[in-house]
């Protein structure tokens, strides 16, 4: 029996591209939603999650630091996925045809400026992939879809025009959710630890909460907050540290976030990227 990576997405998505890129021995499994993914996982129907949670460009995947937390599934490892956009149409359509383009909106975001200098109107889509499928069932030749080139094969679409994103550093970070918990060894190599936290409602408490991280050298990477509960008072915060759980300054630096914390919950350890180091 195979092993099996999900991803959210239409076949050609590039959550999907990212899955055959970092885990070439496991199937590529389509879900419709996130919720669906982490539920593929957590019900032990595949092995894998293929997660992207932010984007250089467009910035982060808001819905992803929800489930996080709630979804029972730990972060196992990162990977930096160069995101190259393409203008894809049905056969035979030229680019001065292209009246409008679909797409999903964080893939739009990073594609604004060549499709205003084409004088094309950009339409959200639910993801990539599903707008390559769109233009391929539709067969007009004033529409396109901005997509991967896995798309353009997958729907018998032809590339206009490749690599069409705004920014050349266009690099979306996956994260590898597992139902196993899976920590490198303390002292290994260069690690990333993710957790989550809800500050007490106290002041200064998360000036406070933080200051255990510098005062013992650990370098925070990510800090995103975000409202929980339907309250406007109870914010969460997300963070990623480099370093481990076992190592002395962490252990410091962890106690004294638990003092001007509600709760802490860890989501992984992992090895660092080594885009980490660019």
């Known amino acids: 029996m195979s092993k099996k990576i999900v991803f959210q997405g239409l076949p050609g998505a590039f959550s999907h591209l990212a899955s055959t890129s970092y885990?070439?021995?496991?199937?590529?499994v389509s879900c419709?939603?996130?919720?669906?993914?982490?539920?593929?996982v957590k019900k032990g129907k595949a092995d894998l999650a293929m997660i992207p949670v932010e984007n250089s460009v467009a910035g982060r995947v808001s819905d992803?630091?929800?489930l996080l937390p709630e979804g029972g599934l730990h972060i196992i490892a990162e990977n930096y996925l160069p995101v190259h956009?393409?203008?894809l149409a049905v056969p035979g359509a030229k680019l001065k045809d292209i009246k409008s383009a679909y797409s999903h909106p964080m893939a739009l975001s990073q594609v604004r400026k060549?499709?205003?200098?084409?004088?094309?109107?950009?339409?959200n889509d639910l993801d990539t992939a599903g707008a390559a499928e769109r233009v391929s069932k539709l067969g007009d030749h004033n529409i396109a879809a901005i997509a991967s080139s896995l798309s353009a094969e997958i729907y018998g679409l032809e590339i206009l025009q490749e690599n069409i994103e705004d920014a050349e550093h266009n690099t979306t970070r996956f994260l590898t959710l597992s139902k196993t918990i899976d920590i490198p060894p303390v002292g290994s190599e260069k690690t990333v630890t993710s957790f989550v936290f809800k500050v007490r409602n106290v002041p200064s408490a998360l000036y406070k909460a933080m200051g255990g991280f510098a005062t013992n050298g650990i370098n925070m990477t990510k800090l995103e907050s975000y409202m929980i509960e339907g309250s406007f008072k109870a914010t969460q915060f997300y963070a990623d540290v480099e370093g481990h759980p076992e190592d002395p300054a962490m252990k410091h630096a962890?106690?004294?976030?638990?003092f001007f914390?509600?709760?802490?919950y860890l989501l992984g350890t992992y090895l660092a990227h080594p885009s980490r180091n660019l």
């Not at 419709?32 to 593929?40: I, K, L, N, V, W």
């Not at 060549?114 to 339409?123: A, F, Q, S, Y």
């Not at 962890?254 to 638990?258: D, I, Y």
């Open 23 to 28: 885990y070439p021995d496991y199937e590529p």
């Open 254 to 258: 962890m106690e004294e976030l638990s």
């Open 114 to 123: 060549r499709l205003r200098e084409w004088n094309i109107t950009p339409v």
């Open 32 to 40: 419709r939603s996130f919720a669906e993914a982490f539920d593929e």
């Open 85 to 87: 956009h393409n203008l």
């Open 64 to 66: 992803i630091y929800h």
């Open 261 to 264: 914390t509600d709760n802490v």
